[in-house]
């Protein structure tokens, strides 16, 4: 049964290949979480766009600890100018949330709303403490209900900014594109 999320997610990574994707340039860091380390540390990450303005996809892939690197005909997070309007409000509401975690001293776990992406995908947002005053916008990739279908990305406060960035620039069409 977990193969046909897997199957669908192929299936639309399949067709998006055909369209020629264009590199955005970002100061956009995904933060994976490093054991040795006992922190979030900033990964290699790339951002691409696929698609024609007002109808685009941007593509956020990042490179994981021993595991994959993202490639060009990749998995990665992909976010719809026609949903850009909720991934936008979910991002402030984390950053409201940030405030007051850090101004209260709190640390939490909790989901902030789902939103669509490509057909047969959603995407999850979450609000993650990694303790009292580090706070990170968590996105997760659904399909069919299965929200494990791949590596998490998670950014912090400067992250989620850099993301607001991109995405209300996906919304107006002034990313690069055909």
């Known amino acids: 049964m977990r193969i046909l999320p897997i199957l669908a997610l192929l299936l639309v990574v399949s067709c998006d290949s055909i369209?020629?994707?264009?590199?955005?340039?970002?100061?956009?860091?995904?933060?994976?979480?490093?054991?040795?380390?006992?922190?979030?540390?900033?990964?290699?990450?790339?951002?691409?766009?696929?698609?024609?303005?007002?109808?685009?996809?941007?593509?956020?892939?990042?490179?994981?600890?021993?595991?994959?690197?993202?490639?060009?005909?990749?998995?990665?997070?992909?976010f719809l100018a026609t949903s850009a309007d909720e991934y936008l409000a979910f991002i402030s509401k984390y950053r409201d949330w940030a405030a007051k975690a850090t101004e209260n001293g709190d640390a939490f776990t909790k989901e902030i709303g789902r939103a669509k992406s490509t057909p047969g995908l959603s995407l999850k947002f979450?609000?993650?403490?990694?303790?009292?005053?580090?706070?990170?916008?968590?996105?997760?990739?659904?399909?069919l209900g299965n929200c494990s279908v791949q590596e998490p990305i998670y950014l912090d406060e400067e992250g989620a900014d850099e993301l607001t960035s991109l995405v209300t620039k996906l919304k107006t069409g002034e990313l690069p594109g055909t």
Request: hydrophobic share 35%.
């Open 126 to 143: 979450q609000f993650h403490s990694g303790n009292t005053t580090s706070h990170y916008l968590v996105i997760v990739v659904c399909s």
């Open 19 to 78: 369209a020629a994707e264009d590199n955005v340039y970002t100061t956009l860091r995904v933060l994976q979480y490093n054991n040795a380390a006992e922190q979030y540390i900033g990964r290699q990450t790339a951002v691409s766009v696929l698609g024609k303005r007002g109808k685009q996809r941007l593509i956020v892939r990042f490179a994981k600890y021993g595991g994959s690197v993202y490639s060009s005909s990749g998995l990665g997070v992909m």
